[in-house]
């Protein structure tokens, strides 16, 4: 696909009104490079990605969204402080200090 037909695609799918909301404008670079800002539905707010043709190819960037991974981030920290939680009490690594210490015990370990 070249570039003239990968603008008459677009073009046509402006002219549908169910998709305009979904491309942004067209922007086109000082090298010759086309590029076509995609959202998720209707929301402008929300980028899916960006459609980058070049020298009649195309390929698709996806957006990445940064509140997504913070809170993945944020999840995994509870996470793991919650499970290390447990195994400090469940089985603490300082040594047990509970143990039986009558005189009988003491007199077993003495050397004979």
């Known amino acids: 696909m070249n570039l003239r037909e990968a603008r008459e695609v677009i073009g046509a799918l402006e002219a549908d009104p169910d998709a305009v909301g979904v491309f942004g404008k067209v922007y086109e670079t000082a090298d010759g490079t086309t590029i076509i800002p995609v959202t998720k539905g209707r929301e402008p707010v929300k980028p899916a990605g960006v459609f980058v043709v070049k020298d009649g190819?195309?390929?698709?960037?996806?957006a990445a969204d940064g509140?997504?991974?913070?809170m993945m981030g944020i999840f995994v920290g509870l996470v793991a402080a919650a499970l290390a939680g447990?195994?400090?009490?469940?089985?603490?690594?300082?040594?047990?200090?509970?143990?039986?210490?009558?005189?009988?015990?003491?007199?077993?370990?003495?050397?004979?």
């Not at 190819?57 to 996806?62: C, E, G, L, R, T």
């Open 57 to 62: 190819n195309a390929s698709w960037m996806p």
């Open 67 to 70: 509140e997504r991974i913070a």
């Open 86 to 112: 447990i195994a400090m009490v469940r089985r603490p690594p300082w040594p047990d200090l509970h143990g039986d210490i009558s005189p009988v015990h003491w007199r077993a370990m003495l050397p004979r």
